[in-house]
């Protein structure tokens, strides 16, 4: 079974540019996440779907990020503008709602963004 | 809601033993263990859900002591694969939060051989 795949794997940007990145979940499962992880720290959660719902983005910082899920499968984050605080690694995370390990959320490789 | 790990980073020779706690102040659901190399992803190593028993696998167990909403996760007999950062995860009761988890900051763990 392949896993959660992003892209890209590395992403460096000039403050005040754009950027966007990809997730594709394991397939079959519903819900979708969207970490930002700080160096030397846990992975906060940013936004959270199900199937091509939101179901919580009180941590987006909506002025400057935005996420879909338009199809209920792949995902992309954006950040518009970027400022220097947002380098961080974004990792997509994505869980099962039937069946067996519902509980479990399986992590991608994540996209190292850096904002110079 | 984040919960606190403790220690913060741990030095082992190849075959000692460690143990990394994760606590909350609140009431949580279940407790997942992940581990993360640097330039990896996490892995996830362990669930443990609030009545159920405790696990393990291989020299790696965890328990989770329901009344002090507190895990601890045990590594024994340290191999140099054991390196990394390890992280709890913590989910509330399970009527509130639709799987959210929050992440404590983090152990390093480094293995010399």
């Known amino acids: 079974e392949a896993g959660v795949a992003q892209s890209p794997r590395y992403k460096i940007i000039e403050k005040r540019q754009s950027v966007a990145f990809w997730c594709n979940p394991i397939?079959?499962?519903?819900?979708l996440y969207w970490y930002q992880q700080i160096l030397g720290q846990g992975p906060k959660l940013l936004i959270q779907?199900?199937?091509?719902?939101?179901?919580?983005d009180s941590q987006l910082p909506k002025d400057r990020f935005s996420a879909e899920r338009l199809k209920g499968v792949d995902s992309t984050l954006k950040i518009q503008p970027a400022k220097l605080e947002d380098s961080a690694v974004y990792l997509c995370?994505?869980?099962?709602?039937?069946?067996?390990?519902?509980?479990?959320?399986?992590f991608g490789p994540g996209t190292r963004l850096t904002v110079l | 809601q984040q919960p606190v790990q403790s220690p913060q980073a741990v030095i082992l020779r190849e075959g000692e033993d460690a143990v990394i706690n994760c606590s909350s102040s609140?009431?949580?659901?279940?407790v997942h263990w992940y581990r993360q190399k640097h330039g990896e992803a996490p892995v996830f190593l362990m669930i443990?859900?609030?009545?159920?028993e405790q696990k393990g696998h291989e020299k790696i167990s965890a328990s989770f002591n329901e009344k002090k909403q507190q895990s601890s996760l045990y590594l024994t007999a340290s191999q140099l694969s054991y390196s990394g950062t390890y992280f709890c995860?913590?989910?509330?009761?399970?009527?509130?939060?639709?799987?959210?988890?929050?992440f404590g900051r983090g152990t390093q763990l480094t293995v010399w051989p």
């Open positions: 995370a994505s869980r099962k709602v039937s069946g067996e390990d519902t509980d479990t959320q399986y």
């Open positions: 779907f199900q199937n091509n719902g939101v179901v919580d």
């Open positions: 995860g913590t989910r509330a009761d399970r009527g509130s939060t639709l799987g959210r988890l929050y």
């Open positions: 397939s079959g499962h519903a819900t």
């Open positions: 443990l859900l609030k009545g159920g």
């Open positions: 609140k009431a949580l659901y279940s």
